[in-house]
């Protein structure tokens, strides 16, 4: 199968940590500090999965200096096994890095008891092979933590960084909002099914249960309107990198209105190719 592999290096305090939670989000599986042995393992436990691990990431230092020498030979056995192999290196001016070191009080691991801009001008010389062949450099030194991840994402698009997952839940009341919540939409407002014989004993999952709760004008006008208001939202949240996203919708039982409406707006929102949607009711056990 067709593999992907990301090697997010660079200078120690450039970003390495930022960018591996953001290729995370845009669905790479990341691996900090795999000993360069190891990596064959890891692509046959990779391709064990069934294709479930398509694209890996890992995150080198030089807490695994034995890896930049090796790198050329490195690159050649995976292009021969059908690997592809990108580089992101991430860099800094070493004012800006010293000032991150200073911040944090951390120590350089060129560095430990040393100087630190010899520390630094070390790492320089070790990492400037890999630098030179690198498919990408990012410049950290301006940017704040929510540019490097939109820079990272503007890089792998094609990897959907764009998709929001949704969750859409119906619940009852009586027993709790559901902690996991982002938003939580209140539906007792909307004719209940319950006081009607014929209806009482079903779910809103029931064709005829749905059916007289759209005949209400109320109910139509209701969900346009929440349909235009998540139409508004879910961009925006995408824009802030927001990965997940709960919607729980309650009625007094969960039974009737939250569910027609928690199945009606997964409907609304599976028609948007920016979101992955998945339903709950769960008062329904499902």
């Known amino acids: 199968m067709n593999r992907k592999i990301v090697i997010v290096t660079g200078m120690s305090g450039s970003g390495k940590s930022t960018a591996a939670k953001t290729l995370e989000d845009v669905g790479f599986f990341c691996v900090d500090n795999l000993p360069v042995d190891l990596l064959p393992k890891l692509l046959e436990l990779a391709d064990s999965t069934g294709g479930e691990i398509a694209r890996l990431a890992l995150i080198i230092d030089l807490r695994q200096r034995e890896f930049f020498p090796r790198y050329s030979s490195i690159m050649k056995s995976l292009e021969l096994a059908g690997v592809s192999l990108d580089v992101l290196f991430l860099d800094s001016r070493d004012d800006v890095l010293v000032r991150r070191y200073s911040q944090t009080r951390r120590q350089h691991p060129l560095a430990p008891r040393g100087n630190l801009l010899d520390g ?58 559901p902690v996991e919540s982002d938003m939580v939409l209140d539906v007792r407002f909307l004719p209940n099914p319950f006081f009607v014989e014929e209806l ?66 997964a409907q609304l929102l599976v028609r948007n190719d920016y979101t992955r949607v998945e339903v709950k009711h769960r008062e329904l056990g499902t």
């Open 200 to 265: 009482k004993a079903k779910d809103g999952r029931d064709p005829s249960v749905a059916n007289w709760l759209l005949g209400h004008e109320v109910t139509r006008k209701f969900l346009d309107k929440f349909e235009e208001l998540l139409t508004f939202l879910l961009p925006l949240y995408i824009r802030e990198g927001k990965q997940y996203f709960t919607i729980s919708i309650g009625c007094t039982g969960g039974f009737h209105r939250s569910v027609l409406v928690a199945e009606h707006i």
């Open 120 to 177: 630094i001008n070390k790492e320089r010389k070790e990492l400037q092979e890999i630098r030179e062949r690198s498919d990408w450099i990012i410049d950290t030194s301006d940017m704040t933590v929510h540019q490097l991840r939109d820079e990272i994402r503007k890089i792998f698009n094609s990897y959907r960084s764009d998709y929001l997952k949704v969750v859409v839940m119906s619940f009852g009341f009586g027993k709790g909002v």
